[in-house]
């Protein structure tokens, strides 16, 4: 008979005994339940013990030549915490109080023994061997999860003061573990956190869980949002407490939610700039072929009846004018939808960032650089060398992005630092590596790090209003003319468009911070790209136009207005124009007109598009060349190596590709 619990695993049981006779007897009355081990002295079962770390009980005769037994157990305590037995021939009542009192032995038996005690004896032993080391592991497991949450965690008894608490939440109170246990909260805190925790009571009483989110300063001095979950634990349970000491203890739990707070603003952001991004799309495209009709036109007007009056030729410029200002309005409101002429390619940030700042030392603007600015910069300009660069030693890895784009980006927001402090102040570039964002999932080639590139100046910073519209189009904090308000909307769809974010920190007074965050490629990937960036769409060497052959060429545009202009300079240019409205008329002129000899088409028309047009018309005529002309386009609704020419287009352009085209 065994009282021991069945187990997946039998107990071991080591047996010390300098008489054989004892060891088989002992042996024998337990191998049915137990694994056992025998040894003749106490020096031999110290030795087993060793090599047996897993021995659940210890029986040993306390009369043994060499070592007794009391001593073997007194040694076997600093190897194991196994049960111990101590069997004695005679009434050695001294030895046994002393090991009993000093916690060496859980029972004792006398010699002889009776079978049905000592077995009782064994098995309450290796429970309670069982039951230790299942709380001991779970003391250990605990302890860990405690000690490695990535929140603040703390238990408080029925008098409020701390019982346990990670070093999480010890920081939280500037202190160490040690120093926080056996005191209270509140007198641990002062200002908003103790006002949450004088809030919190009446729901604590109520309800037994109180719940805040508020803003406390952090270690760098820093505000960050933070989850207080204050719980009472007899609310954890449905059952009534059967321990009244325990009901009254409670959980605090202390989460920087600041991460995820940011992640789910720029989630938002992300999402309402993907709607206003299609939205300023279609809008462009629909304003691309107005300006179309409306420059074309102006020029027709021009080469057919030239202005004489001096009002009339200035009004006819000023129409113009507005003409060209609205095509470069669209293309920046189209940047900012989907960027157009991004030559992307592996990019080393730091060496960007230092030819910038070679540049801005000499208070200068760099050439490419200075064609894509909304506002003119004079040369010598003393504020751009009083930016600072900070700039790391250690190589980082490359980012695949457009290095002009990165470089303009980067000097627009040095512009709006050095305007947001009229009175002086600093303004500094920063280039760093930081770990993969929070909730990013990203590919193989961007999983590593990511390189910032952060503009942080001193000025008048934003409210939080400002900073909710900030990339919204057309919206800027200068006064009228000074700016277009479409520096940061394009500056987000770019990096964007990278695989990157833009982050935007600013505080009233407090200056403002501009970070750019780009995925940083991995070495094998990067080694693997090429140098240069393989273009999609075929740049045309274009030729000055020249009166034409008589070609016939067919114009196919569904807007009667840009399609009208199109075949008039086409016309006057002496080229015989046939035009179609739709993809599927263009396809029944190319069936039925062998000597057309260049197709000038739209790409986004209702029913079939200018790619599948352009697919089913090579079906038919391969050599027949096309130009795309489109004022708003996803690419890959074209084949690869197609020529575009984007709306609006003046004559010139026009009539430069296409006699390009036909040459060759």
């Not at 002393?98 to 064994?122: C, H």
Request: proline share 5%; glycine share 8%; hydrophobic share 45%.
């Amino acid at each position: 008979m065994s009282t021991l619990p069945e187990a997946v695993e039998r107990p071991v049981v080591l047996v010390v005994d300098d008489e054989p006779e004892i060891l088989v007897a002992l042996a024998d009355l337990l191998e049915d339940s137990y694994n056992v081990l025998t040894a003749s002295s106490g020096e031999e079962g110290l030795a087993l013990l060793r090599a047996n770390p897993d021995v659940a009980v210890m029986i040993s005769d306390q009369r043994m030549p060499g070592m007794t037994g009391d001593v073997f157990f007194a040694h076997a305590r600093e190897l194991s915490g196994a049960g111990a037995i101590l069997l004695t021939g005679y009434a050695d009542i001294s030895a046994i109080e002393a090991a009993l009192n000093r916690g060496q032995i859980s029972f004792f038996a006398y010699k002889p023994w009776d079978d049905e005690t000592l077995l009782s004896m064994v098995g309450q032993a290796a429970e309670r061997y069982r039951l230790e080391n299942e709380l001991a592991r779970e003391r250990l497991l605990l302890r860990g999860l405690l000690e490695n949450l990535p929140f603040g965690l703390a238990f408080k008894d029925q008098d409020g003061c701390f019982i346990r608490l990670n070093q999480q939440m010890a920081r939280q109170f500037g202190l160490s573990v040690a120093d926080c246990l056996g005191r209270r909260e509140e007198d641990l805190v002062d200002g908003a956190r103790l006002e949450s925790l004088t809030q919190a009571q009446a729901d604590l009483a109520a309800s037994g869980r109180d719940q805040q989110v508020l803003q406390l300063p952090g270690e760098d001095g820093q505000t960050r949002w933070h989850d207080l979950t204050r719980v009472r634990l007899y609310s954890l349970r449905n059952e009534p407490v059967h321990l009244p000491a325990l009901s009254d203890y409670s959980i605090l739990i202390d989460r920087d939610v600041t991460e995820l707070l940011s992640l789910e603003q720029r989630l938002r952001q992300a999402q309402k700039m993907q709607a206003i991004g299609t939205l300023a799309g279609g809008i462009a495209h629909d304003f691309n072929n107005l300006l179309t009709a409306i420059q074309g036109s102006l020029e027709l007007v021009q080469d057919l009846e030239p202005p004489r009056e001096p009002t009339v030729a200035r009004l006819y410029h000023n129409a113009m004018e507005a003409a060209r200002r609205g095509a470069v309005l669209t293309g920046k409101l189209l940047d900012f939808s989907r960027p157009r002429h991004l030559a992307c390619q592996r990019v080393d940030v730091v060496e960007a960032m230092d030819n910038l700042q070679s540049f801005m030392r000499q208070g200068k603007v760099p050439t490419e650089v200075r064609g894509a600015l909304d506002t003119a910069i004079p040369e010598g300009n003393s504020r751009l060398s009083s930016v600072h660069f900070v700039l790391p030693k250690e190589p980082l890895p490359p980012v695949w992005t457009d290095a002009v784009q990165l470089q303009l980006a980067v000097f627009s927001q040095c512009i709006n630092a050095l305007d947001a402090q009229p009175e002086g102040g600093s303004t500094s570039v920063i280039v760093r590596l930081a770990p993969r964002l929070l909730g990013r999932h990203v590919g193989k080639a961007h999983a590593e790090a990511w390189v910032v590139v952060q503009v942080l100046d001193r000025g008048v910073g934003m409210t939080e209003e400002m900073q909710a519209r900030i990339f919204d189009p057309f919206f800027t904090t200068k006064d009228v003319g000074q700016g277009s308000g479409l520096g940061l909307s394009m500056i987000y769809g770019f990096i964007s468009h990278c695989g990157g974010e833009v982050r935007v920190e600013s505080v009233p007074g407090g200056g403002t911070s501009v970070e750019m965050w780009l995925p940083a490629m991995d070495q094998a990937l990067a080694d693997a790209i090429p140098p240069k960036p393989v273009h999609k769409v075929r740049q045309v060497a274009r030729v000055l136009p020249e009166n034409g052959a008589g070609e016939a060429i067919l114009v196919v545009d569904d807007e009667p207005g840009v399609r009208a202009v199109t075949a008039g300079f086409l016309k006057r240019a002496g080229y015989e124009v046939v035009e179609s409205a739709s993809g599927a008329e263009a396809l029944d002129v190319v069936r039925a007109r062998a000597d057309i000899a260049l197709v000038v088409m739209d790409v986004m028309m209702p029913g079939m598009n200018g790619g599948e047009a352009a697919r089913h018309i090579h079906g038919l005529r391969p050599e027949l060349p096309v130009l795309f002309v489109t004022g708003y386009a996803d690419y890959g609704l074209l084949p690869d190596g197609v020529s575009i020419l984007h709306k609006p287009y003046t004559r010139d352009a026009l009539l430069g590709d296409v006699r390009a085209m036909l040459a060759a």
